[in-house]
């Protein structure tokens, strides 16, 4: 599996901007996809993951402000960023998993298989 992402740029406190994810060559199906960000102070943290359309599971840092999606026809997962605060800013990783349901990720020892490369967001404050 491969995934590319995409979306990430510079954007002013309060502001918003959507990431996108695509997964190809994908022989079997994906359970789950979602994002994970990471800074150089903190490790690696689910910000949010879903199902086939359903069960969405966030971080409680980003509930209410942002909006996963996934368009399952096109292995395509969505991050809808709003109300972006400076602590936002970090490299986001795109993530999917054959097995794992998304409403684990996030839990000790439950890892994406597949990860994509990072793409930068920054909130200026």
């Known amino acids: 599996v491969q995934l590319q992402a995409s979306g990430g740029g510079v954007v002013q406190a309060g502001g918003s901007l959507n990431l996108s994810c695509a997964a190809s060559?994908?022989?079997?199906?994906?359970?789950?996809m979602g994002w994970y960000r990471q800074t150089p102070q903190l490790q690696r943290e689910l910000v949010a993951s879903?199902?086939?359309?359903?069960?969405?599971n966030y971080a409680d840092s980003v509930k209410g402000r942002f909006t996963i999606s996934r368009d399952n026809a096109n292995n395509t997962v969505y991050l809808q960023m709003n109300s972006l605060k400076p602590e936002d800013t970090a490299l986001y990783y795109c993530?999917?998993?054959?097995?794992?349901?998304?409403?684990?990720?996030?839990?000790?020892?439950?890892?994406?298989?597949?990860w994509g490369q990072g793409t930068l967001v920054t909130v200026s404050s």
């Open positions: 993530a999917a998993d054959r097995v794992a349901d998304a409403r684990l990720w996030g839990l000790p020892h439950v890892w994406p298989d597949y």
């Open positions: 060559e994908t022989i079997f199906p994906i359970t789950a």
């Open positions: 879903i199902n086939n359309g359903k069960h969405p």
